[in-house]
């Protein structure tokens, strides 16, 4: 069967710089297709070749089975219409006669415009919602206006494929939802559609299927459902993200953490005793210096728990409510020992966690540094009456290091590590 | 604005150039005035001294006036729509000071071929330097407008000092060549109407043709291409066929300067960008314009004639700051 839109072994490159290497890809009739990647991926160059803005190096492109290289450019617009991100043009034409542009590519020289034409620019006025702006100069618009004329302009055109460069870039939220809308309606009238976004989250949910690229090269490609997941995207933008799933639409919804993915190789790795969500800052923290990081023993559904747990980290769990057992305290042991530092996050002491600091002890007894904070010799955090505080001031005679900030702290085994 | 306010506009710049034309029949040394005007309509009333002063002096004057005026108008409209740039002007790719180096070569030279040797060798260099600029401006197959102007920025001042040095060295010549230079159109004729003629029958309908194309050149170059333009195609045809308009003219008038700036500033004012009513209200007003202007260049001082070039510039300047200040809006 013949594809929509086939591209076969596409190379380009400015001079000596390679952008597109061997990209190859069908798409089907009716497709939404949502393409991502980091900036300099190549995402726009391939928009530009595909409306034969550029030429490529080699490799060919077809669309509907006709090869483009024997389009004329009258007949490659007609197949497929382009938007752009813009648009701060202050044209001083109404907007019925900016759309009325996009008909050129059907006309012949000296042609005049016929009923078929006009019928082609209400349609797109009525499609883009923009029938209240057709008489009104273009350059009165709001950004958001504007790129729905420019949508419009573009559906005059008539085309089997519309492609889109970053158009909500520049938009505010309520308008970039306005311009998803109409993608996704045009989307069911049978007009192929592809897309270069930066926001993840709509194209998880309006398009139907995602390409990923990188450096040049679709590194991912499927069905948004099956193939849009956090350690895909992961691995596209090297920062880390959280996969929730959204409420209404039912797809994948991503939040970025701020944090750099981890790195291959952690310069130190260090173990955290925590709970109560007092170690949560201190996870990021230490994962953004370019350590590992381990935690434990924290009760399930404790905050710290879960934000081990969203992040990746190793993690030793006690049950909920409950207090530290023997069998999981030699485990904690286990685990923390694999680590160069122990650091004991400032919090609450109770007598449910107070088997905390005797992991630290033990850890101390067996070599391990341990590191605290000077906070966590308040009082007022001890509930146990001063035994936290003795435990910790225990450690402190043994050479435990106290710190007076946090950022001394990461110094500290930065320095260490560059020995 | 309605289309049928802008149809309306463009009928009422004809009729002010019909009516201007008649007029300036009337107007000018000799024997035949304004109220005489009326028997021009029974020609075979007229004696043949006013036959001659109106059939071989000042019709084929006017005539020339109408088209030169024209010919720079819908340039510069041409122009400055092809290049997304105000201050452009049908001079920009340095064909002035072209055809000014030729007329000087042609009066330094004393080389002569009757009445058509100054226009012809003007003519000649000032597409040479047209086509220099082309080609400087080119890079690959592509023409990057922002180059090309730098590049008729730059042979326009290569040319000015060769111009310079021309009148050093003119000596007795001077006077003719000061006089070329500052453009008018004391020596008119019908053989002159006759060479310029076919260039703007030719030129005119393929500018024409290529309204709606200018029209998607407001969008950005690139979004006209997506379209369907071809973009490269239609700078280059519509960088020479304006250029040898262009060049025609500044071979039989010399150089005239700001009519082809000012003149498309005034209707994109009134009548807005759309290049459909933007190009043939430009070439109606702009007949008008270069027409008044040489009838104020023969009046004014009568009876000596002031060059219409100095005139053009001297009017020009001012009012196109005037309206560069009152306009807020466009450009």
């Given at each position: ?13 400015y001079g ?36 034969g803005l550029l030429m ?16 004329s450019r ?35 020289r ?310 | ?66 088209l030169v005026?024209a010919a720079l108008s819908l340039s510069g409209a041409v122009l400055q729509g092809l290049f997304q740039n105000p201050l452009v002007d049908p001079y920009v790719l340095g064909i002035s000071s072209g055809g000014a180096v030729g007329a000087i070569v042609a ?11 100054l226009p012809l060798f003007s003519f000649l260099f000032a597409l040479a330097t047209t086509f220099l600029v082309l080609r400087l401006g080119q890079i690959g197959h592509k023409m990057p407008l922002e180059i090309m102007l730098l590049a008729g920025v730059a042979i326009g001042f290569f040319f000015s000092a060769l111009i310079?040095l021309g ?13 070329w230079i500052?453009g ?11 060479t310029l003629?076919p260039f703007f029958l030719i030129g005119f309908p393929i500018i024409f043709s290529y309204s709606r194309e200018l029209n998607t050149f407001l969008l950005g170059e690139k979004v006209a291409e997506s379209m369907g333009v071809e973009v490269e195609k239609t700078k280059k045809i519509l960088l020479i066929v304006t250029s040898l308009l262009v060049a025609a003219s500044v071979s039989v008038s010399g150089v005239i300067g700001f009519v082809g700036l000012?003149v498309p ?10 290049h459909?009513?933007l190009l043939?209200?430009s070439l109606?007003?702009g ?44 450009w």
């Amino acid at each position: 069967m013949s594809f929509s839109l086939s591209v076969k072994n596409l190379f380009f490159s400015y001079g000596d710089r390679k952008v597109l290497h061997n990209v190859n890809f069908n798409i089907q009739k009716g497709d939404f297709v949502g393409i991502l990647g980091p900036n300099g991926s190549g995402k726009s160059t391939l928009l530009h070749l595909l409306s034969g803005l550029l030429m490529p190096d080699t490799g060919s492109i077809f669309i509907s089975g006709k090869n483009t290289q024997e389009l004329s450019r009258k007949n490659w617009s007609q197949e497929i219409a382009i938007v752009f991100q813009e648009t701060n043009l202050n044209l001083d034409l109404e907007c019925y006669d900016v759309i009325m542009m996009g008909r050129f590519p059907h006309w012949r020289r000296w042609q005049k415009e016929n009923q078929q034409d006009i019928d082609s620019v209400l349609n797109a006025l009525q499609i883009t919602n923009t029938q209240q702006f057709a008489n009104r100069p273009f350059r009165e618009l709001s950004g958001g206006e504007k790129q729905r004329v420019m949508i419009a302009r573009a559906l005059a055109q008539e085309p089997n494929i519309l492609l889109l460069d970053e158009p909500t870039s520049h938009l505010d939220i309520l308008h970039q939802l306005d311009i998803m809308r109409i993608l996704f309606l045009l989307q069911k009238k049978d007009i192929t559609i592809l897309g270069v976004f930066h926001d993840i989250n709509l194209v998880s949910q309006f398009c139907n299927q995602v390409m990923f690229l990188k450096k040049g090269v679709i590194v991912h490609r499927g069905l948004v459902g099956k193939s849009l997941h956090a350690p895909q995207v992961e691995e596209l933008f090297d920062v880390e993200f959280l996969e929730e799933i959204h409420p209404y639409s039912l797809r994948p919804f991503f939040m970025p953490l701020g944090i750099v993915k981890k790195i291959e190789s952690p310069s130190a790795s260090i173990h955290l005793i925590c709970g109560g969500g007092s170690g949560s800052n201190f996870m990021k923290e230490f994962l953004e210096a370019g350590f590992s990081v381990s935690v434990g023993i924290v009760n399930q559904f404790d905050s710290d728990q879960e934000m081990a747990s969203k992040l990746g980290i190793p993690v030793m769990i006690e049950k909920p409510f409950s207090p530290i057992s023997d069998d999981n305290f030699q485990k904690a042991i286990n685990l923390a020992a694999q680590s160069d530092y122990i650091f004991i996050a400032p919090g609450y002491w109770g007598r449910g966690n107070l088997k905390n600091l005797d992991l630290a002890i033990s850890l101390q007894e067996r070599g391990k540094k341990i590191f605290f904070l000077q906070d966590s010799l308040d009082r007022n955090w001890d509930y146990t009456e001063g035994l936290a505080i003795n435990k910790l001031n225990l450690l402190a005679q043994h050479h435990a290091e106290v710190f007076s900030s946090f950022t001394e702290l990461i110094d500290r085994i930065k320095k260490d590590c560059l020995k | 604005m309605k289309i049928t306010k802008k149809r309306q506009i463009i009928l009422a710049l004809i009729i002010i150039l019909v009516l201007s034309m008649v007029f300036s029949l009337g107007i000018g040394g000799g024997r035949f005035q304004i109220s005489d005007l009326l028997s021009f309509l029974q020609p075979s009333s007229l004696l043949p001294t006013e036959k001659t002063i109106l059939f071989e002096i000042r019709l084929p004057r006017l005539i020339l006036s109408v088209l030169v005026g024209a010919a720079l108008s819908l340039s510069g409209a041409v122009l400055q729509g092809l290049f997304q740039n105000p201050l452009v002007d049908p001079y920009v790719l340095g064909i002035s000071s072209g055809g000014a180096v030729g007329a000087i070569v042609a009066i330094l030279s004393g080389i002569s071929l009757g009445f058509i040797t100054l226009p012809l060798f003007s003519f000649l260099f000032a597409l040479a330097t047209t086509f220099l600029v082309l080609r400087l401006g080119q890079i690959g197959h592509k023409m990057p407008l922002e180059i090309m102007l730098l590049a008729g920025v730059a042979i326009g001042f290569f040319f000015s000092a060769l111009i310079s040095l021309g009148m050093f060295l003119a000596g007795e010549n001077l006077h003719q060549m000061v006089f070329w230079i500052m453009g008018g159109f004391w020596n008119s004729s019908w053989n002159k109407v006759y060479t310029l003629l076919p260039f703007f029958l030719i030129g005119f309908p393929i500018i024409f043709s290529y309204s709606r194309e200018l029209n998607t050149f407001l969008l950005g170059e690139k979004v006209a291409e997506s379209m369907g333009v071809e973009v490269e195609k239609t700078k280059k045809i519509l960088l020479i066929v304006t250029s040898l308009l262009v060049a025609a003219s500044v071979s039989v008038s010399g150089v005239i300067g700001f009519v082809g700036l000012v003149v498309p500033h005034i209707i994109r004012i009134i009548i807005g960008e759309d290049h459909r009513q933007l190009l043939p209200a430009s070439l109606f007003l702009g007949s008008s314009v270069l027409l008044w202007a040489d009838i104020f260049s023969r009046t004014l001082l009568h009876p000596v004639e002031l060059p219409v070039g100095v005139l053009t510039s001297l009017m020009g300047a001012p009012f196109f700051i005037y309206l560069l200040r009152r306009k807020k809006k466009g450009w």
